[in-house]
């Protein structure tokens, strides 16, 4: 990318980032920094995670073309980045390995985790169960509930869950009582933390660590069409897989990069999480980025049907991607998401994450519009059809009783919008602001 | 010399610890925190910290963090904070105030400085706000006469705390113990050692919080520091008895141990 370095100094990207946390933190960032920093220079600290990814995530995982799916996406190539085939089922376990091995490397014997969907958690869980350490995850009692799945699996792992019922009881509130615990205990306890939000180092850390995706994906691609995709769809929550895909594409100026938030009920009914549409500069867990707030700076309470992007806050370096107009971003529904999700299911036999649904319902849309700039769906012998690459940031198990409570499966009813959504419109139209 | 300044000199020359006493805005209504903080005041507190309601108190224990909850749910408004600053001044001791950076932020860090020094507030402390982020609100303050007060903490290397210090005016906030708000039943000997090094590198007055809930406890602090800050223990008065003279006798029995 040509234009302005996306960090002017350390943990700032423009006006974005930064470190706004209690003094009594500031120690442990700066530890944290030096240790990541000495760690990647350090060859043997490299080959372990190179080690894991392969042996233990399944690294490089594959990259499939959907046909079937394209098809109701103006007939654009769609090939999916099958992080939903990771080792626990989503792109999570790319940066908690990373940081699994540093809190091994800084002698600390303990690592806390917020947790939405649950992913980030069981990855979390996961990594301590394999290097021997104590694990903590805080999880809003209402992603309890509706992830009550992936509750288990952590439990299974043997980490603590701990449900948390102040503020809203989501994703947020997870993260103020990490935050509370890790000042506590910051002697013995890393804070890892599963996204691109919070203070320096966490959201480049955590980008380099899913860098991987990217550089994985844009290879494969070469290597199997010979030329560079023409968009990359991620859905964006704190937006760590959109950034993992993201950032090995970042100087290649003809490739859009495009994020999906969580659109809720749509942007007008107020009940969302899209923070590019409802939201304002400001602070939130750290760092300056967009926050979805009131006239007082308050936070506001946000809904998704994905557990993964119901946040009120997204990561810096994407609010800068954003004001600088290397990416864009837009909203798409809890009905636009399912859509999407039921569509993958049927027409190609894999059950995404619902956070992932949305990137997919975006893939569609934007498939559409080009091919209705170019005057018509492409001819699947059309050479030069457009190329989009979608990162599947996880799989949908966890998301089972939500999708079938939701299709109005629960009592052996078939999905009753089946013919419906195979015909003329499985997507519904963009909200406001097409591409 | 500022409004602080001449209250630590004063509690110095009289040989005793400044008490210090948080409460937070519009807790649990705006009409008993105006009246809360007038209680306060009366009753011994010589600077009080009116706290701004926050969604997110990542800083804070389960007392401050449900008080702040229910300001929140029964409507605050930011510009009420100055409301109780004014209240604070009128009944005699020194406000200041106490917010997480947001909703300073959004309000815009130089009106907030006009409107504070406007209701007579002698600064504010930023518990999630450290001087390396903080030039708009330097500058906003040094534009307005107010003191920046910073916090320090037990895991602060000697390079911090001299780099902090000298960015605070009027007092340095010392965190005692690694933690959240809320009462303890030991305020501990890490916050002895921990003066110790910050006296080391600084003249200006020290305040140590996070914990003190008694009289006793305050004149345990009182012997080494030169401010008590005293915020769960208060608010749980007012939970507790909302005709204030529970808070009343927690604030005249803590102004006794800061004098002991
Ligand atoms: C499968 C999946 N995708 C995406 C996300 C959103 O996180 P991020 O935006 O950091 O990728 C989550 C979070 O829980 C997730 O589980």
Known sequence: ?435 | MSALSEVFDRCRAEGRAALVGYLPAGFPDLETSLAAVRVLAEAGADVVEVGVPYTDPLMDGPVIERAASRALAGGFRLPQVFDLVRAVREAGAVPVVMSYWNPVLHYGPERFAADLAAAGGAGMITPDLVPDEADAWLEAARAHDLDPVFLVAPSSTDARLRSTTQACRGFVYVASTMGVTGTRTTVGGSAATLVERVRAVTDLPLCVGLGVSDGAQAAEVAAFADGVIVGSALVRAVDEDPTLEGLRAVTADLAAGVRR
């Open chain 1, 1 to 435: 990318m040509s234009g302005p370095t996306a960090e002017p100094r350390p943990g700032r990207f423009g006006a974005f980032g930064g470190r706004y946390v209690p003094e009594a933190l500031v120690a442990a960032l700066e530890e944290l920094e030096e240790a990541w920093h000495e760690a990647m220079a350090d060859p043997d600290f490299v080959a372990e995670l190179d080690r894991l990814q392969r042996d233990y995530t399944g690294r490089p995982n594959p990259l499939t073309e959907v046909p079937r799916f394209a098809e109701h996406a103006g007939g654009a190539r769609v090939f999916l980045k099958r992080e939903d085939l990771n080792h626990t089922g989503s792109h999570k376990i790319n940066n908690v390995l990373g940081q699994a091995l540093l809190t091994v490397r800084m002698g600390k014997t303990r690592v806390i985790a917020e947790t939405g969907a649950g992913q980030h958690g069981v990855a979390t869980a996961t990594a301590a169960a394999l290097l021997g350490l104590d694990c903590t995850v805080y999880m809003g009692e209402v992603d309890t509930r509706r992830q009550a799945l992936n509750v288990a699996r952590m439990r299974l792992l043997g980490a603590e869950v701990v449900p948390v019922a102040t503020g809203s009881a989501t994703l947020k509130d997870a993260i103020n009582e990490a935050m509370r615990d890790w000042v506590t205990t910051v002697e013995r306890t890393h804070y890892l933390l599963g996204t691109v939000t919070g203070p320096h180092p966490f959201p480049t850390m955590v980008r380099d660590f899913h860098a991987v995706i990217g550089r994985e994906a844009r290879e494969q691609l070469l290597e199997r069409t010979g030329r560079l995709p023409d968009a990359v769809c991620a859905c964006v929550g704190g937006g760590s897989n959109a950034m993992g895909i993201f950032h090995p594409f970042r100087d290649d100026e003809q490739v859009r990069l495009l994020g999906f938030e969580a659109g809720g009920d749509g942007v007008a009914s107020g009940r969302h999480a899209s923070r590019f549409s409802g939201g304002e500069p400001g602070v939130l867990h750290g760092a300056a980025s967009y926050v979805l707030q009131d006239e007082d700076g308050q936070t506001l309470p946000t809904h998704s049907i994905s557990a993964g992007l119901d946040y009120p806050s997204v990561g810096p370096e994407h609010a800068f991607l954003h004001d600088s107009g290397r990416a864009t971003y837009a909203p798409v529904t809890d009905t636009e998401a399912m859509e999407a999700f039921a569509l993958l299911s049927r027409t190609e036999g894999i059950i995404p994450a619902i956070e992932s649904a949305h990137a997919l319902a975006g893939a569609v849309r934007v498939g559409r519009e080009l091919a209705e700039a170019a005057g018509g769906a492409f001819a699947a012998d059309d050479p030069d059809r457009p190329v989009i690459l979608v990162n599947l940031s996880g799989r949908g198990d966890k998301d089972v009783d939500t999708a079938a409570r939701w299709f109005g499966l629960v009592d052996g009813e078939d999905l009753v919008e089946a013919e419906a959504l195979k015909a003329a419109e499985p997507v519904a139209e963009a909200e406001g602001s097409g591409w």
